[in-house]
């Protein structure tokens, strides 16, 4: 039975998604103003690994993950880069995505932006004001946090305590109390001249970052979601306004699991760009490779500090080409196999199922991915005995079956078997699926045969689509 930390309650909990078998995932994307280190990646990866791991137990998962592509940051670096803000945040959403595809990261059902939402957040705005928890000051919108009594039940700080304009989000603007926060903001006259701006009944406004998420959520799920992920740098302040905002409104519990993942550090220290110790992800999979960037994410809990190393990189990737090895060797033998049966034969079958089961519980304690990894390790050791001396066609096929079910829960071995699947027809066959969920076979097919004019085709199975190079490219 699956266990998840929930960071609401600093304990594990029984996972029971709000729909049986279904499982709704928010998850905090990217503000996209830069290149996103690999700190941001490893945030979106555990995305993805909850993902993987739901679906390998038979749920059902839509996943969320929102595109900030209007703030401060986003404001500001346009402006120094001479660009539109549309132009500019489209050339680091692009960047954002790229990275996703070189560790081979499922996408998401759907990929809302800030800007594409703010007539929804003017009106959670007014309902706020509507009960007393906002106000508007100066042509912004601010929430009253005194009059939500729950603030603070994520963060648990003692808010005492907190220096104000150190760990609270502090702005220019005026408000009543120093601790509220902006659900709105005045359209500053530079931001005016470049039309960037929303008319609402407060005047020229533009969202504060806070209300996007709660917004972009509720519009995706309703008032309430199974699952709420992302760094454990947002618990506060972002994730605790979320809370405020989307409870306030609504007066019914917003997230029943929330999610958070650790940071990651360079040799011990954090990264920052004075210590010259910040990595983007493209800078390690040039070194590494993402498969095995993705395995070294993998072999740390998420909710444990990963402290990045050149030792330690090698290290995952000299694990990582050992599974791969194995991997190679199984389908290598899988083509030349006499298919006699041997000594070894039914000690092997009854071992597979007892390796995934531990893999499994594994995986259901609060997504233990390096316990996984040390199973998927014995299966290796498995694999290779029976290899020495194993020749039957049905023992190598199980074992490469367990094998697959392994490599693709972590999301590698992508290249195995083959050449690797180009991201475009990957997505184009991602987007296939939804389609034939809903039953429109017009918008199906028509991807099916631009899946084709790329140079290859999809089969429907039992198991799912599967995509195979045409023979005719």
């Known amino acids: 039975m699956l266990q998840v930390y929930n960071t609401l309650t600093r304990n594990k909990e029984t996972f029971k998604p709000l729909k049986e078998g279904e499982v709704s995932i928010y998850a905090c994307g990217p503000t996209v103003y830069n290149m996103p280190h ?39 670096d346009s402006k120094a880069a001479g660009m539109s803000l549309k132009d500019f945040t489209d050339k680091y959403s692009a960047e954002f995505f790229k990275g996703l595809d070189m560790l081979n990261i499922k996408r998401a059902s759907a990929y809302p932006r800030a800007t594409e939402n703010v007539d929804g957040m003017i009106e959670l705005a007014q309902k ?26 994520l963060s648990k700080l003692d808010f005492d305590s907190i220096r104000i304009g150190a760990s609270v ?75 405020a905002q989307s409870e306030g409104a609504t007066g019914i519990p917003f997230v029943r699991h929330w999610v958070h993942g650790e940071h990651l550090i360079v040799e011990g220290e954090k990264m920052s760009k004075s210590k010259g110790n910040v990595f983007t992800l493209p800078e390690i999979v040039e070194m590494y490779g993402g498969e095995v960037v993705r395995f070294m994410f993998l072999s740390v809990h998420y909710r444990k500090k990963l402290d990045y190393s050149e030792t330690f990189a090698e290290n995952a990737k000299n694990n990582y080409l050992k599974l791969k090895e194995t991997l190679d060797n199984l389908e290598f033998a899988l083509k030349n196999v006499e298919d006699e049966p041997g ?43 029976y290899l020495e001396t194993g020749k039957n066609m049905q023992v190598l096929e199980e074992i490469h079956a367990l094998y697959k079910r392994f490599s693709d829960t972590f999301g590698i071995f992508a290249k195995a078997g083959g050449e690797e699947v180009p991201g475009e027809v990957v997505r184009l066959v991602e987007e296939r699926e939804e389609a034939r969920k809903i039953k429109d076979w017009k918008t199906s097919d028509a991807i099916r045969e631009k899946i084709k004019s790329l140079g290859y085709i999809v089969q429907d199975t039992k198991e799912g689509p599967k995509i195979k190079k045409s023979e005719e490219s």
């Not at 700190?39 to 909850?50: C, P």
């Not at 659900?183 to 006259?189: I, R």
């Not at 931001?191 to 005047?203: K, L, Q, V």
């Open 38 to 76: 690999i700190g941001n990646y490893r945030t979106f990866l555990l995305a993805d690994t909850v993902v993987r791991t739901l679906q390998y137990l038979g749920y059902k998962v839509k996943l969320v993950m929102n595109i900030t592509d209007i703030d401060d940051k986003t404001i500001r």
């Open 128 to 153: 706020l004001i509507e009960k007393g928890l906002a106000y508007e000051k100066g042509g912004s919108v601010y929430y009253r946090i005194s009059g939500f009594p729950d603030y603070g039940k």
């Open 169 to 243: 989000d502090v702005d220019e603007y005026d408000k009543d109390n120093p601790r509220d926060f902006a659900l709105l903001k005045a359209s500053a006259p530079e931001e005016i001249e470049r039309s960037i701006y929303y008319e609402s009944p407060w005047g020229k406004i533009r969202p504060g970052w806070h209300i996007e998420c709660s917004v972009m959520a509720m519009n995706s799920f309703g008032p309430t979601l199974d699952v709420h992920i992302g760094g454990v740098d947002l618990i506060f302040p972002h994730h605790e306004n979320e809370i």
């Open 343 to 385: 000594p070894g034969d039914l000690e092997t079958l009854k071992t597979l199922p007892e390796l995934e089961n531990r893999f499994r519980e594994a995986l259901e304690d609060d997504f233990n991915t390096p316990k996984a990894i040390t199973v998927f390790r014995e299966l290796s050791r498995t694999a290779n005995v």
